[in-house]
């Protein structure tokens, strides 16, 4: 049974005595103990898209693991590793969700503890496979027009639903030795409210939020009273960009709930 084991370099690193600044004076490792290749050809890559590494080694290795200062929040390295039955690869996955120059290892490791190594640099830029969110309309909703503030009178326009649009990123996990990636929630943005049903669009002219081609857009509707906690869902849509990265449409229109919410989404593809 093959095993996800986070391990953290920092641990080690705090473990030698704080006031020395001597380096550790154990054995060396050797780093290129063994031949080790991966199959990453390209240096670009864009922001969130999907990166996968394939290590292979000459060895049958007991532990594949990817090493990076950019995956944890304070800077440490910190590593994702796989242990056991993994033959002699492995397969990495990853993305990275700011731009700039990353450096990351991979090391494979023999049950018998030769080490072997390989430290590489890839650039993330704002453009490479992306896609930009420049509007977003709704033109349909379940409660459209009905009252959502029930406090208020028939006749009055505060009765209408307070607009928020929210959009949801995903991300790619790191994960190593699994095939499949794994997606997780990113950072939102949000507009600004939208009182009483005064319009239904949400314009990103001069924003720049952009999506890798791989990714997976949930847009979501709320009625706005006052937090997330109590703000009333009215919808959601999501937009899975490899459905239209042949076409490269400048918009998309997704109707969902048969017919009950419908959303245009306009885009500029890279
Ligand atoms: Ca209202
Ligand atoms: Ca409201």
Request: proline share 2%; hydrophobic share 35%.
């Amino acid at each position: 049974m093959r095993k996800i084991l986070p391990i953290l370099l920092a641990f080690v690193l705090a473990s030698c005595s704080s006031d020395s600044s001597e380096s550790n004076t154990g054995p060396e490792i050797d780093f290129n103990a063994f031949d080790m290749s991966i199959d990453l050809d390209r240096t670009v890559f864009g922001i969130d898209e999907r990166i996968t590494i394939n290590a292979s080694s000459t060895e049958t290795l007991g532990t594949g693991c990817i090493k990076s200062t950019y995956f944890t929040q304070d800077g440490s390295q910190s590593g994702v590793c796989v242990s056991g039955g993994i033959g002699n690869g492995f397969q990495i996955n990853l993305s990275f969700q700011t731009i700039g120059t990353k450096t990351f290892i991979v090391e494979g490791q023999t049950s018998d503890g030769k080490v072997s190594r390989i430290e590489r640099q890839i650039e993330i830029d704002s453009t490479t496979n992306s896609v930009r969110i420049s509007k977003v309309t709704v033109n349909k909703y379940p409660s459209m027009g009905l009252a959502q503030d029930p406090e208020f009178s028939d006749s009055d326009s505060e009765r209408l639903a307070d607009l928020i649009f929210r959009i949801e990123k995903r991300y790619v996990d790191i994960t190593v030795g699994d095939d499949a990636p794994k997606y997780r929630n990113a950072d939102h943005s949000e507009s600004a409210v939208i009182e009483n049903e005064n319009g239904f669009e949400w314009n990103y002219e001069g924003n720049e939020l952009r999506f890798s081609r791989d990714n997976v857009l949930l847009f979501q509707l709320y009625d706005f009273d006052g937090g997330l906690d109590v703000d009333q869902n009215l919808g959601h849509v999501f937009v899975i960009f490899g459905d239209y990265v042949e076409e490269r449409p400048s918009q998309v229109n997704i109707v969902e709930g048969g017919g009950s919410i419908d959303i245009t989404i306009d885009l500029e593809w890279n």
